[in-house]
């Protein structure tokens, strides 16, 4: 049977990309570090995704699966040698751990003479992420490794829409390998980073001229989610379903989106409506109560969602750039700058450097935003009427 590897079995590996393999005919190879996961997806041979929307819920059992400690460099370079298909879903600062594993399988891919190529889905919410873990990979092979990788292997981006919240410690002890999610499982990737043709991959849509899907991705979906998550942090709900339900906070966050899809709109010139009806989609899934996604899950890290490129400053200068006020966006902006949940240290770490630097500092530090720059100014302003 052939095989698919995956690199991280966690919420998108598992919970997302692990069922498009497997139904599109592969044997999925989990590679991972937690024991007690592996031991439960080798015991079994596969495992259970729970799909929910707030009307019904179903269970499908993805399989046939196996899975190795990440440790196992022998039998990860194997896998990789003989893997038709691959993935890595571990989160963006976990790429570098994987990427000496992944050159290890190349080499021997290479030395055992295994002519198909091998496409990896880089499956990381970052900005040209299959570039940056090529070169993460290339670093780890010889001088005369780097034709055969050129040759041979893909580096795909990807955009990873599905939402699938992190299991309670309740649910983890009685099903280690469980995930709940949502049913949507559609996969927008870089059409131009395969090598060779794309294979047919369930919900797989390979497109050319892909900064519009990471774009979409970023600027609205990302960045709508955050606003609501902020807003509704500050007001106190737990759960972002609640914070829907919310008018004030439900306009506010469906206006970032619309502000970001005028934006989008004018920069791309895509099919009329294509991305108002986006963001009704968005808006639906978002109220998913079933799937119990949290404020604290969408909202923490502020640092880094607060970042130049990222949703929230990286979308206002969009729209900005396409002559569109965001004026939703910084409401947004100003609600990520209160975050102060207990529970997330990054939080902590910004409320010091606020109370410490002053917000013009942070402005200039944390979002890249120069004083005197329209957005930085804007913010400030919206800032100081928010603290009155």
């Known amino acids: 049977m052939k095989e ?9 590996g598992r ?11 592969y044997r999925v190879v989990f590679v991972d570090v937690d024991r007690p996961l592996l031991d439960a ?26 899975a190795i400690h990440a440790e196992d460099a022998d039998q990860v370079g194997q896998a990789v040698a003989c893997a038709e298909i691959g993935a890595t879903a571990v989160g963006a600062a976990g790429l570098k751990h994987v990427a000496a594993n ?22 990381e919410n970052l900005h040209g992420a299959a570039a940056i873990f ?44 469980l995930m709940i999610v949502e049913p949507y499982k559609e996969l927008p990737v870089d059409g131009d980073g395969f090598v060779g043709a794309p294979p047919t991959i369930v919900g797989m849509i390979p497109h050319t001229r892909f900064s519009f899907f990471t774009d979409r991705k970023l600027y609205i979906h990302n960045a709508g989610h955050a606003v609501l998550a902020y807003l509704g942090y500050l007001a106190g709900y737990e759960y972002g379903y609640q914070a829907l339900a919310d008018d004030e906070i439900y306009f506010q966050a469906r206006g970032a989106m619309e502000e970001s899809a005028l934006a989008l709109t004018r920069a791309y010139r895509p099919p009329a409506g294509a991305l ?12 998913n109560r079933a799937l119990g996604d949290t404020v604290l899950r969408v909202g923490r890290d502020p640092i880094r969602k607060l970042a130049r490129c990222d949703r929230l400053v990286g979308a206002a200068l969009n729209a900005m750039a396409q002559g569109v006020q965001p004026v939703n966006l910084i409401t947004g902006i100003v609600a990520a700058l209160r975050f102060d949940h207990p529970a997330d240290p990054i939080a902590g770490e910004l409320q010091a450097r606020l109370a410490t630097d ?31």
């Open 4 to 12: 698919a590897i995956i690199f991280g079995a966690g919420n998108i």
């Open 15 to 25: 919970g997302f990309i692990g069922q498009l393999f497997s139904e599109s005919g």
């Open 41 to 66: 997806l080798n015991r079994r041979g596969a495992y259970t995704l729970r799909l929910v929307t707030n009307e019904e819920a179903g269970e499908v059992t993805v399989g046939p699966v196996r």
């Open 102 to 123: 992944v050159a290890r399988g190349i080499c021997r891919r290479a030395a055992e003479g295994n002519p198909l190529p091998l496409n990896l889905i880089i499956c």
């Open 134 to 177: 090529r070169g993460m990979v290339q670093v780890h092979l010889a001088a005369g490794q780097h034709e055969f990788m050129a040759e041979r292997i893909g580096f795909v981006d990807a955009v990873i829409a599905r939402m699938a919240p992190a299991l309670t410690p309740e649910m983890r002890q009685l099903d280690p390998s």
């Open 276 to 287: 108002l009806a986006n963001v009704e989609d968005l808006l639906r899934r978002f109220g």
């Open 358 to 388: 002053g917000i013009r500092r942070v402005l200039s530090e944390v979002c890249e935003l120069p004083s005197g720059d329209l957005l930085h100014e804007a913010i400030v302003e919206r800032s100081n009427v928010s603290a009155s």
